[in-house]
Protein backbone atom coordinates (compact mmCIF):
# COMPACT_ATOMS: atom_id res chain seq x y z
CA UNK A 1 0.00 0.00 0.00
CA UNK A 2 0.81 3.69 -0.66
CA UNK A 3 0.41 4.81 3.12
CA UNK A 4 1.47 8.47 2.31
CA UNK A 5 -0.58 8.92 -0.33
CA UNK A 6 -3.25 7.31 1.85
CA UNK A 7 -2.60 9.50 4.90
CA UNK A 8 -1.77 12.76 3.24
CA UNK A 9 -5.65 12.64 1.59
CA UNK A 10 -7.21 11.79 4.77
CA UNK A 11 -5.27 14.46 6.55
CA UNK A 12 -6.42 16.64 3.68
CA UNK A 13 -10.03 16.04 4.74
CA UNK A 14 -8.69 16.54 8.11
CA UNK A 15 -7.19 20.13 7.27
CA UNK A 16 -10.62 21.27 6.37
CA UNK A 17 -12.13 22.71 9.06
CA UNK A 18 -8.28 24.44 10.17
CA UNK A 19 -8.12 26.16 6.50
CA UNK A 20 -11.96 27.55 7.30
CA UNK A 21 -10.18 28.83 10.98
CA UNK A 22 -6.98 30.63 8.73
CA UNK A 23 -9.49 31.76 6.29
CA UNK A 24 -11.54 33.49 9.43
CA UNK A 25 -7.99 34.85 10.88
CA UNK A 26 -7.32 36.35 7.88
CA UNK A 27 -10.31 38.26 7.27
CA UNK A 28 -10.19 39.28 10.75
CA UNK A 29 -7.03 40.71 9.61
CA UNK A 30 -7.94 42.03 6.65
CA UNK A 31 -10.72 44.13 8.34
CA UNK A 32 -8.09 45.75 11.07
CA UNK A 33 -6.46 46.53 8.53
CA UNK A 34 -8.98 48.47 6.91
CA UNK A 35 -10.40 49.82 9.81
CA UNK A 36 -6.80 51.24 10.72
CA UNK A 37 -6.56 52.87 7.19
CA UNK A 38 -9.87 54.55 7.72
CA UNK A 39 -8.88 55.60 11.07
CA UNK A 40 -5.21 57.54 9.21
CA UNK A 41 -7.06 58.69 7.12
CA UNK A 42 -9.17 60.51 9.32
CA UNK A 43 -6.47 61.58 11.02
CA UNK A 44 -4.89 63.00 8.09
CA UNK A 45 -7.95 65.25 8.06
CA UNK A 46 -8.04 66.19 11.18
CA UNK A 47 -4.72 67.41 11.19
CA UNK A 48 -5.54 69.01 7.65
CA UNK A 49 -7.84 71.01 9.78
CA UNK A 50 -6.14 71.90 12.59
CA UNK A 51 -3.19 73.27 10.42
CA UNK A 52 -5.82 75.35 8.05
CA UNK A 53 -9.04 76.59 8.50
CA UNK A 54 -8.84 76.03 12.44
CA UNK A 55 -5.59 78.35 12.33
CA UNK A 56 -6.67 82.13 12.79
CA UNK A 57 -3.22 83.12 11.17
CA UNK A 58 -4.88 81.36 8.02
CA UNK A 59 -7.60 84.00 7.82
CA UNK A 60 -5.44 87.07 8.75
CA UNK A 61 -3.31 86.50 5.82
CA UNK A 62 -2.05 89.79 4.84
CA UNK A 63 -0.05 91.72 2.21
CA UNK A 64 2.26 93.70 4.09
CA UNK A 65 4.41 97.15 1.80
CA UNK A 66 6.43 98.68 3.09
CA UNK A 67 7.89 102.38 1.20
CA UNK A 68 11.20 101.18 2.18
CA UNK A 69 11.59 97.17 2.68
CA UNK A 70 15.47 97.75 3.26
CA UNK A 71 14.67 99.95 6.42
CA UNK A 72 11.17 98.34 7.78
CA UNK A 73 10.10 95.60 6.80
CA UNK A 74 6.89 94.28 8.45
CA UNK A 75 4.76 90.93 8.47
CA UNK A 76 1.14 90.53 9.95
CA UNK A 77 1.06 87.85 13.19
CA UNK A 78 -2.55 87.81 14.65
CA UNK A 79 -4.02 91.35 13.30
CA UNK A 80 -7.76 90.77 11.91
CA UNK A 81 -7.94 94.44 10.61
CA UNK A 82 -5.24 96.29 8.03
CA UNK A 83 -3.10 98.63 8.98
CA UNK A 84 -1.76 102.17 7.60
CA UNK A 85 0.50 104.09 9.53
CA UNK A 86 4.01 105.95 8.99
CA UNK A 87 7.55 105.43 11.08
CA UNK A 88 10.33 106.99 11.51
CA UNK A 89 13.54 105.21 12.66
CA UNK A 90 15.83 107.33 15.49
CA UNK A 91 18.10 104.65 16.80
CA UNK A 92 18.73 101.00 16.37
CA UNK A 93 18.65 98.65 19.15
CA UNK A 94 22.33 97.65 19.83
CA UNK A 95 24.00 94.75 22.31
CA UNK A 96 26.44 95.72 25.18
CA UNK A 97 29.66 94.26 25.35
CA UNK A 98 32.97 94.44 27.47
CA UNK A 99 36.57 93.45 26.87
CA UNK A 100 39.20 92.97 28.88
CA UNK A 101 41.77 95.56 30.53
CA UNK A 102 45.05 94.67 28.66
CA UNK A 103 45.86 91.28 27.73
CA UNK A 104 46.10 88.87 30.25
CA UNK A 105 49.04 87.16 29.61
CA UNK A 106 52.17 87.94 31.06
CA UNK A 107 54.19 90.05 28.95
CA UNK A 108 57.13 87.43 26.67
CA UNK A 109 54.98 84.33 27.49
CA UNK A 110 52.44 82.10 25.61
CA UNK A 111 49.16 81.28 27.19
CA UNK A 112 47.46 78.22 25.17
CA UNK A 113 43.39 78.55 25.82
CA UNK A 114 43.07 75.03 24.80
CA UNK A 115 45.31 73.27 27.99
CA UNK A 116 43.89 73.04 31.43
CA UNK A 117 43.82 76.35 33.18
CA UNK A 118 46.21 74.97 36.00
CA UNK A 119 48.95 74.24 33.55
CA UNK A 120 48.43 77.78 32.42
CA UNK A 121 48.71 79.57 35.53
CA UNK A 122 51.98 80.89 35.45
CA UNK A 123 51.28 82.63 32.16
CA UNK A 124 48.45 84.70 33.59
CA UNK A 125 49.08 88.52 34.34
CA UNK A 126 46.48 88.37 37.45
CA UNK A 127 45.94 85.28 39.10
CA UNK A 128 42.17 83.22 40.36
CA UNK A 129 41.03 81.27 43.04
CA UNK A 130 37.52 80.88 42.80
CA UNK A 131 36.45 77.42 40.61
CA UNK A 132 33.25 79.61 40.19
CA UNK A 133 31.94 82.39 38.06
CA UNK A 134 28.63 84.33 38.11
CA UNK A 135 26.87 85.82 34.91
CA UNK A 136 23.60 88.09 34.54
CA UNK A 137 22.75 89.74 31.65
CA UNK A 138 19.44 91.35 29.55
CA UNK A 139 16.82 89.21 28.84
CA UNK A 140 14.72 89.16 25.18
CA UNK A 141 12.17 91.17 27.69
CA UNK A 142 14.07 94.31 27.97
CA UNK A 143 14.69 92.82 31.56
CA UNK A 144 17.98 92.27 33.99
CA UNK A 145 17.54 88.31 33.61
CA UNK A 146 18.88 86.06 36.29
CA UNK A 147 22.15 85.56 37.62
CA UNK A 148 23.32 82.47 36.15
CA UNK A 149 26.10 80.21 38.17
CA UNK A 150 29.06 78.46 35.89
CA UNK A 151 31.34 76.31 37.80
CA UNK A 152 34.69 74.80 36.23
CA UNK A 153 37.54 72.73 37.53
CA UNK A 154 41.12 74.12 36.45
CA UNK A 155 42.90 70.34 36.52
CA UNK A 156 40.65 69.25 33.93
CA UNK A 157 38.91 71.79 32.05
CA UNK A 158 41.01 74.56 29.73
CA UNK A 159 39.90 78.51 29.06
CA UNK A 160 38.34 77.34 25.82
CA UNK A 161 36.13 74.72 28.06
CA UNK A 162 34.78 77.64 30.12
CA UNK A 163 34.41 79.95 27.16
CA UNK A 164 31.88 76.80 25.85
CA UNK A 165 30.22 76.70 28.97
CA UNK A 166 29.49 80.20 29.20
CA UNK A 167 28.30 80.38 25.24
CA UNK A 168 25.79 77.10 25.48
CA UNK A 169 24.48 78.38 29.31
CA UNK A 170 21.39 80.69 30.15
CA UNK A 171 23.42 83.42 30.63
CA UNK A 172 22.41 85.06 27.58
CA UNK A 173 25.83 86.46 26.33
CA UNK A 174 28.63 85.53 23.86
CA UNK A 175 32.56 85.12 25.11
CA UNK A 176 35.44 84.65 23.23
CA UNK A 177 39.38 84.97 23.72
CA UNK A 178 41.39 86.57 20.86
CA UNK A 179 45.05 84.92 21.31
CA UNK A 180 46.26 87.53 18.83
CA UNK A 181 45.84 90.38 21.12
CA UNK A 182 45.38 88.51 24.64
CA UNK A 183 42.19 89.96 25.38
CA UNK A 184 38.77 87.99 26.36
CA UNK A 185 35.65 89.60 25.01
CA UNK A 186 32.20 89.37 26.73
CA UNK A 187 28.63 90.35 24.91
CA UNK A 188 24.99 90.04 25.30
CA UNK A 189 22.82 88.01 23.02
CA UNK A 190 20.12 90.36 23.68
CA UNK A 191 20.15 94.01 22.89
CA UNK A 192 18.44 96.89 24.57
CA UNK A 193 19.80 99.41 27.61
CA UNK A 194 18.43 98.64 31.00
CA UNK A 195 17.77 102.60 32.18
CA UNK A 196 19.85 103.61 34.99
CA UNK A 197 22.05 99.56 35.19
CA UNK A 198 24.42 97.35 33.67
CA UNK A 199 23.25 94.87 30.91
CA UNK A 200 26.08 92.16 31.84
CA UNK A 201 27.12 92.17 35.42
CA UNK A 202 30.18 89.82 36.08
CA UNK A 203 31.49 88.18 39.40
CA UNK A 204 34.07 85.17 40.41
CA UNK A 205 38.29 86.43 40.37
CA UNK A 206 38.34 84.27 36.71
CA UNK A 207 36.71 86.85 35.22
CA UNK A 208 37.34 90.14 37.01
CA UNK A 209 41.46 89.51 37.67
CA UNK A 210 42.71 86.72 35.80
CA UNK A 211 40.34 87.91 32.09
CA UNK A 212 40.80 91.02 33.40
CA UNK A 213 37.11 92.17 32.77
CA UNK A 214 35.26 94.83 35.21
CA UNK A 215 32.17 93.92 37.25
CA UNK A 216 29.75 95.24 34.42
CA UNK A 217 29.49 96.74 31.14
CA UNK A 218 28.93 100.09 32.41
CA UNK A 219 31.74 100.80 34.32
CA UNK A 220 33.74 99.28 31.26
CA UNK A 221 31.82 101.83 29.61
CA UNK A 222 33.10 104.61 31.76
CA UNK A 223 36.51 103.61 31.60
CA UNK A 224 39.26 105.97 30.55
CA UNK A 225 41.21 104.45 27.94
CA UNK A 226 44.36 106.04 26.12
CA UNK A 227 43.91 108.13 23.17
CA UNK A 228 43.13 106.00 19.79
CA UNK A 229 41.53 103.16 21.95
CA UNK A 230 38.41 101.97 21.43
CA UNK A 231 36.70 101.65 24.53
CA UNK A 232 36.49 98.52 26.49
CA UNK A 233 32.67 98.06 27.06
CA UNK A 234 29.60 99.97 25.65
CA UNK A 235 26.03 100.17 27.21
CA UNK A 236 22.84 98.72 25.36
CA UNK A 237 20.80 100.87 22.84
CA UNK A 238 16.93 100.62 22.94
CA UNK A 239 15.42 100.45 19.34
CA UNK A 240 14.10 104.72 19.02
CA UNK A 241 11.34 105.19 16.57
CA UNK A 242 8.30 107.60 16.15
CA UNK A 243 5.14 105.93 14.99
CA UNK A 244 1.72 108.03 14.10
CA UNK A 245 3.20 110.92 15.57
CA UNK A 246 4.08 109.07 19.31
CA UNK A 247 8.18 108.87 19.65
CA UNK A 248 8.23 105.20 21.80
CA UNK A 249 11.26 102.68 22.34
CA UNK A 250 11.81 99.12 22.44
CA UNK A 251 14.27 96.90 23.41
CA UNK A 252 14.42 94.99 20.29
CA UNK A 253 14.92 95.99 16.45
CA UNK A 254 12.14 93.31 15.95
CA UNK A 255 8.70 93.96 17.90
CA UNK A 256 4.83 93.45 17.88
CA UNK A 257 2.08 96.36 17.35
CA UNK A 258 -1.22 95.83 16.98
CA UNK A 259 -0.98 91.89 16.07
CA UNK A 260 1.89 93.35 13.43
CA UNK A 261 5.39 92.57 13.21
CA UNK A 262 8.24 94.97 12.76
CA UNK A 263 11.61 94.81 12.63
CA UNK A 264 14.06 98.19 11.79
CA UNK A 265 16.70 97.62 9.88
CA UNK A 266 17.80 101.05 9.43
CA UNK A 267 17.92 104.76 10.77
CA UNK A 268 15.72 106.82 8.30
CA UNK A 269 16.64 110.17 10.62
CA UNK A 270 13.90 112.27 9.38
CA UNK A 271 12.66 110.55 6.57
CA UNK A 272 9.12 108.99 6.94
CA UNK A 273 8.20 105.12 5.97
CA UNK A 274 4.67 104.25 5.07
CA UNK A 275 3.34 101.15 5.76
CA UNK A 276 0.10 99.55 4.16
CA UNK A 277 -1.65 95.90 4.68
CA UNK A 278 -4.21 94.30 2.92
CA UNK A 279 -6.16 91.22 3.24
CA UNK A 280 -4.67 88.46 0.89
CA UNK A 281 -8.05 87.22 -0.09
CA UNK A 282 -6.04 84.27 -2.50
CA UNK A 283 -4.54 82.97 0.07
CA UNK A 284 -7.43 82.55 2.65
CA UNK A 285 -9.75 81.17 -0.75
CA UNK A 286 -7.37 78.40 -0.83
CA UNK A 287 -6.96 77.70 2.34
CA UNK A 288 -10.79 77.03 2.33
CA UNK A 289 -10.97 75.63 -0.62
CA UNK A 290 -8.05 72.92 -0.38
CA UNK A 291 -10.52 71.86 3.15
CA UNK A 292 -13.44 71.44 1.06
CA UNK A 293 -11.71 69.37 -1.58
CA UNK A 294 -9.95 67.26 1.36
CA UNK A 295 -12.91 66.81 3.48
CA UNK A 296 -14.76 65.37 -0.11
CA UNK A 297 -11.68 63.24 -0.66
CA UNK A 298 -12.19 61.66 3.30
CA UNK A 299 -15.50 60.92 2.62
CA UNK A 300 -15.53 59.64 -0.75
CA UNK A 301 -13.24 57.01 0.42
CA UNK A 302 -15.13 55.90 2.76
CA UNK A 303 -18.11 55.85 1.23
CA UNK A 304 -16.48 54.02 -1.18
CA UNK A 305 -15.37 51.36 1.78
CA UNK A 306 -18.97 50.85 3.30
CA UNK A 307 -20.26 50.46 -0.14
CA UNK A 308 -17.57 48.34 -1.78
CA UNK A 309 -19.07 45.05 -2.83
CA UNK A 310 -18.30 41.73 -0.35
CA UNK A 311 -17.67 38.63 -3.03
CA UNK A 312 -17.90 35.75 -0.37
CA UNK A 313 -17.33 32.97 -2.79
CA UNK A 314 -13.97 34.29 -2.49
CA UNK A 315 -12.62 33.30 0.51
CA UNK A 316 -8.50 33.52 1.43
CA UNK A 317 -6.39 31.35 -0.02
CA UNK A 318 -4.44 28.35 1.20
CA UNK A 319 -0.68 27.86 1.11
CA UNK A 320 -1.83 24.89 -1.40
CA UNK A 321 -4.80 26.70 -3.70
CA UNK A 322 -2.25 29.93 -3.81
CA UNK A 323 0.56 27.38 -5.39
CA UNK A 324 -1.79 26.11 -7.84
CA UNK A 325 -2.29 29.59 -9.46
CA UNK A 326 0.11 31.87 -11.27
CA UNK A 327 1.27 34.87 -9.39
CA UNK A 328 -1.78 37.25 -11.16
CA UNK A 329 -3.92 34.92 -10.05
CA UNK A 330 -3.84 34.85 -6.71
CA UNK A 331 -3.50 38.89 -6.91
CA UNK A 332 -6.81 38.94 -8.39
CA UNK A 333 -8.59 36.29 -6.49
CA UNK A 334 -7.38 38.10 -3.63
CA UNK A 335 -8.39 41.82 -4.63
CA UNK A 336 -11.52 40.27 -4.71
CA UNK A 337 -11.50 38.06 -1.40
CA UNK A 338 -10.41 41.34 0.29
CA UNK A 339 -13.04 43.63 -0.74
CA UNK A 340 -15.77 44.60 0.84
CA UNK A 341 -14.52 43.92 4.75
CA UNK A 342 -15.91 47.19 5.53
CA UNK A 343 -19.25 47.31 4.09
CA UNK A 344 -22.20 48.99 5.79
CA UNK A 345 -19.98 49.26 8.73
CA UNK A 346 -21.73 50.71 11.35
CA UNK A 347 -19.45 52.91 12.82
CA UNK A 348 -17.65 54.31 9.45
CA UNK A 349 -21.82 55.41 8.95
CA UNK A 350 -22.68 56.73 11.62
CA UNK A 351 -19.17 58.96 11.34
CA UNK A 352 -20.76 60.23 7.86
CA UNK A 353 -23.50 60.84 9.33
CA UNK A 354 -22.06 62.81 12.46
CA UNK A 355 -19.46 64.71 9.94
CA UNK A 356 -22.55 65.64 7.36
CA UNK A 357 -24.52 66.84 10.19
CA UNK A 358 -21.45 69.22 11.60
CA UNK A 359 -21.15 70.74 8.47
CA UNK A 360 -24.88 71.69 7.68
CA UNK A 361 -25.49 72.85 11.32
CA UNK A 362 -25.93 76.35 12.37
CA UNK A 363 -23.18 78.04 14.94
CA UNK A 364 -23.29 79.96 17.89
CA UNK A 365 -26.14 81.91 18.99
CA UNK A 366 -27.18 85.73 19.09
CA UNK A 367 -24.57 87.88 20.98
CA UNK A 368 -22.02 85.74 21.04
CA UNK A 369 -19.74 87.36 18.31
CA UNK A 370 -20.60 85.13 15.59
CA UNK A 371 -21.77 86.99 12.62
CA UNK A 372 -25.56 86.42 11.60
CA UNK A 373 -24.44 86.75 7.80
CA UNK A 374 -22.09 84.23 8.20
CA UNK A 375 -23.17 81.74 10.70
CA UNK A 376 -23.57 78.67 8.01
CA UNK A 377 -22.08 76.98 5.26
CA UNK A 378 -24.00 77.92 2.55
CA UNK A 379 -23.81 81.21 3.32
CA UNK A 380 -20.04 81.40 2.09
CA UNK A 381 -21.02 79.63 -1.01
CA UNK A 382 -20.58 76.04 0.21
CA UNK A 383 -23.54 73.88 -0.33
CA UNK A 384 -24.44 69.82 -0.04
CA UNK A 385 -24.52 68.29 -4.08
CA UNK A 386 -27.75 67.57 -4.74
CA UNK A 387 -26.89 64.08 -6.16
CA UNK A 388 -27.20 61.71 -3.29
CA UNK A 389 -24.63 59.20 -4.53
CA UNK A 390 -21.89 61.52 -3.68
CA UNK A 391 -23.02 60.76 -0.49
CA UNK A 392 -22.61 63.77 1.09
CA UNK A 393 -20.46 65.90 -1.04
CA UNK A 394 -19.55 69.41 -0.56
CA UNK A 395 -19.93 72.18 -3.78
CA UNK A 396 -18.07 75.31 -3.57
CA UNK A 397 -19.26 78.52 -5.59
CA UNK A 398 -16.10 80.30 -5.20
CA UNK A 399 -17.76 83.50 -6.38
CA UNK A 400 -19.26 83.31 -3.15
CA UNK A 401 -16.51 82.66 -1.07
CA UNK A 402 -14.48 84.72 -2.67
CA UNK A 403 -17.29 87.57 -1.83
CA UNK A 404 -17.81 86.71 2.12
CA UNK A 405 -13.34 86.83 2.46
CA UNK A 406 -13.36 90.18 1.09
CA UNK A 407 -16.43 91.45 3.38
CA UNK A 408 -15.30 89.55 6.54
CA UNK A 409 -12.57 86.60 6.38
CA UNK A 410 -12.58 86.88 10.79
CA UNK A 411 -16.11 85.92 10.50
CA UNK A 412 -15.56 82.94 8.39
CA UNK A 413 -12.93 81.75 10.86
CA UNK A 414 -15.26 82.27 13.41
CA UNK A 415 -17.81 80.19 11.59
CA UNK A 416 -15.26 77.43 11.55
CA UNK A 417 -13.75 77.47 15.25
CA UNK A 418 -16.44 79.43 17.06
CA UNK A 419 -15.88 77.69 20.88
CA UNK A 420 -18.42 77.27 23.36
CA UNK A 421 -19.66 75.07 26.49
CA UNK A 422 -22.37 73.53 24.12
CA UNK A 423 -21.90 71.49 21.50
CA UNK A 424 -24.71 72.29 19.13
CA UNK A 425 -23.37 75.89 19.26
CA UNK A 426 -19.87 75.31 18.52
CA UNK A 427 -17.81 76.24 15.25
CA UNK A 428 -18.25 73.59 11.85
CA UNK A 429 -14.04 72.89 12.38
CA UNK A 430 -14.47 72.20 15.90
CA UNK A 431 -17.68 70.09 15.58
CA UNK A 432 -15.61 68.11 12.77
CA UNK A 433 -12.70 67.65 14.93
CA UNK A 434 -14.74 66.27 18.01
CA UNK A 435 -16.54 63.81 15.71
CA UNK A 436 -13.17 62.57 14.34
CA UNK A 437 -11.95 61.92 16.96
CA UNK A 438 -14.81 60.07 18.85
CA UNK A 439 -14.88 57.86 15.64
CA UNK A 440 -11.28 57.17 15.83
CA UNK A 441 -11.37 56.09 19.53
CA UNK A 442 -14.29 54.06 18.37
CA UNK A 443 -12.61 52.12 15.35
CA UNK A 444 -9.32 51.96 17.81
CA UNK A 445 -11.78 50.58 20.40
CA UNK A 446 -12.03 47.79 17.54
CA UNK A 447 -9.20 47.46 15.64
CA UNK A 448 -6.23 49.00 17.74
CA UNK A 449 -3.84 50.74 16.59
CA UNK A 450 0.23 49.74 16.25
CA UNK A 451 0.42 50.22 20.51
CA UNK A 452 -1.95 48.01 21.59
CA UNK A 453 -1.73 44.68 22.64
CA UNK A 454 -4.58 42.19 20.73
CA UNK A 455 -5.88 41.93 24.55
CA UNK A 456 -7.01 45.76 24.10
CA UNK A 457 -9.04 45.52 20.99
CA UNK A 458 -11.96 43.59 19.92
CA UNK A 459 -10.48 42.24 16.52
CA UNK A 460 -7.18 41.37 18.82
CA UNK A 461 -9.28 39.56 21.35
CA UNK A 462 -11.19 37.67 18.41
CA UNK A 463 -7.48 36.84 16.82
CA UNK A 464 -6.21 35.37 19.95
CA UNK A 465 -9.46 33.42 20.27
CA UNK A 466 -8.72 31.76 16.54
CA UNK A 467 -4.61 31.28 17.18
CA UNK A 468 -6.24 29.15 20.60
CA UNK A 469 -8.25 27.49 18.55
CA UNK A 470 -5.89 27.05 15.54
CA UNK A 471 -3.20 25.62 18.37
CA UNK A 472 -5.50 23.20 19.64
CA UNK A 473 -6.77 21.98 15.99
CA UNK A 474 -3.25 21.62 14.69
CA UNK A 475 -2.11 19.18 18.23
CA UNK A 476 -5.42 17.33 17.28
CA UNK A 477 -4.15 16.98 13.97
CA UNK A 478 -0.79 15.09 14.64
CA UNK A 479 -2.67 12.70 17.13
CA UNK A 480 -4.75 11.79 14.18
CA UNK A 481 -2.33 11.41 11.36
CA UNK A 482 -0.10 9.05 13.76
CA UNK A 483 -3.40 7.26 14.38
CA UNK A 484 -3.83 6.95 10.73
CA UNK A 485 -0.28 6.10 10.52
CA UNK A 486 -0.40 3.43 13.30
CA UNK A 487 -3.89 2.11 11.38
CA UNK A 488 -2.55 1.64 8.19
CA UNK A 489 1.09 0.34 9.26
CA UNK A 490 -1.01 -2.45 11.64
CA UNK A 491 -3.42 -2.91 8.21
CA UNK A 492 0.31 -3.50 6.04
CA UNK A 493 1.45 -5.84 8.74
CA UNK A 494 -1.56 -7.86 8.69
CA UNK A 495 -1.62 -8.33 4.89
CA UNK A 496 1.97 -9.26 4.26
CA UNK A 497 0.98 -12.11 7.12
CA UNK A 498 -2.08 -13.13 5.28
CA UNK A 499 -0.30 -12.99 1.81
CA UNK A 500 2.83 -15.19 3.38
CA UNK A 501 0.42 -18.04 5.10
CA UNK A 502 -1.85 -17.95 1.39
CA UNK A 503 1.54 -18.52 -0.24
CA UNK A 504 2.70 -21.08 1.83
CA UNK A 505 -1.18 -23.10 1.47
CA UNK A 506 -0.71 -22.98 -2.25
CA UNK A 507 3.07 -24.23 -2.07
CA UNK A 508 1.48 -27.42 0.36
CA UNK A 509 -1.28 -28.05 -2.00
CA UNK A 510 0.66 -28.07 -5.31
CA UNK A 511 2.54 -31.47 -4.31
Known sequence: MDIDTLVGDLMKAERIPLNKLHQKKQLFEWQRDDYRAMNKLLADLDKFVFDGIFRQATFTKKTVTTSKESAVSVRNISSTSNL???????????????TSNGSIVKTGETFDPSLTLDSQRSFLAQGFTSNEIRIQSIGKDGVLGEEIPITFEPTKESLNDVINKINNSQAGVVAFFDKATGKFSISAKNTGDIAGGAEINLKGDLLTSALKMDDNNQIAAD??????????????????????????????????????????????????????????????????????????????????EITEERYRKYQPLSDEEREAMSEKQAEMWDEKAKSGMLRNDSILSSALNKMRTDMYSRVGIGGDGVSDNYDQLAEIGITTSKNYRDGGRLVLDENKLREAIKNDPNAIYKLFTHDSAVKEEQGLARKLRATIDETIKTIEGRAGNSLRTNAQFTLGRNLSAIDSQINRFEDRLIKIEDRYWRQFTAMEKAIQKANSQSAYLMQQFSY
Open 223 to 304: AVVPTGEQPRGKAGVNASFTINGLKTERSTNTFVINGFEYTLKQITGTGTITVNSLTDEEAIFKSVKDFVDKYNETIGKINS
Open 84 to 98: SSSIQVHSLAESAYM
